[in-house]
């Protein structure tokens, strides 16, 4: 790490090795010194979610080799409680935002899966299915706060990584921001999902009715692959739907 960054603002310590050998050429570059300097004082003089030692669970959980699916976020939630550093996520135990209630409901109409009051999408990410988001922090109650400050490049990095696979993977692209990647993604290799974001803003211009977890199922299963089991274990059905 260059001398212009101290070694206690590293954030990288928490990124798991498989993932750290592969972007390990971003961490001298201006933009990721500049990037950490930023979170240093971030988190020096504000509440920055996630936790610090939750800014790469997307990664923890997903190791390299296991990722079958991307889905592509854009920023972490920034109430508190909520953000773990998996993309539409929250901890065990917060409701589900609107976003994810939405995801909830087209799930349930795509595949018959009730709508679940547990928002942790861990159990998708163990299974392979990599929840990035664009940026990985945000500074508490203030929406976007974090955009435009480096991370969009470190996670572009990501996107090019998993492009870059020998397998393989679905990469699901919902609303403008994500679908702006799909530059950086050889889709005669990889199956591209675009849709409607589900937010309440856009979920009734596409979204709903997409029916993109079947579509992901399928593409696995042309890949070779075990598709992915959305039911979220120990939830309780949240029926009549949210």
Same mark, same amino acid.
């Given at each position: ?21 592969l972007l390990q050429g971003e961490f001298l570059r201006d933009y990721f010194i500049a990037l950490q300097e930023f979170l240093a004082l971030e988190m020096r003089n504000h509440q920055v979610f996630p936790p610090k030692e939750k800014i790469f669970t997307a990664f923890e959980l997903t190791p390299y080799v296991k990722v079958k699916v991307l889905l592509l976020g854009q920023d972490p939630y920034h109430d508190d409680g909520q953000a773990h550093?998996?993309? %539409?996520?929250?901890? =065990?135990?917060? #409701?589900?935002?609107? $976003? *994810? ?106 979204? %709903?009715?997409?029916? =993109?977890?079947? #579509?992901?199922?399928? $593409? *696995? ?22």
């Open positions: 790490m260059s001398d212009r960054v101290n070694s206690s603002n590293d954030i990288t310590a928490s990124l798991p090795e498989d993932w750290k050998t550093g998996l993309c %539409f996520s929250v901890m =065990p135990g917060v #409701k589900p935002p609107p $976003s *994810l209630r939405n995801m909830f409901k087209e799930l349930n109409s795509d595949l018959g899966i009730p709508c679940s009051d547990n928002g942790c999408l861990e159990y998708w990410a163990k299974q392979g299915v990599l929840l990035l988001n664009t940026v990985l922090t945000v500074r508490t109650h203030e929406a976007a706060s974090h955009q435009g400050r480096g991370w969009e490049h470190f996670t572009d990095a990501v996107i090019r990584a998993v492009n870059n696979s020998a397998e393989p993977v679905v990469f699901v692209l919902w609303g403008g921001h994500a679908q702006k990647k799909a530059v950086l993604i050889d889709n005669r290799r990889h199956m591209v999902i675009s849709g409607a974001h589900p937010s309440p803003l856009s979920a009734y211009r596409g979204f %709903f009715g997409s029916r =993109p977890f079947s #579509k992901i199922n399928q $593409s *696995l299963i042309q890949f070779g692959y075990s598709p992915i089991d959305w039911m979220i274990p120990g939830s309780q059905p949240k029926l009549p739907l949210f």
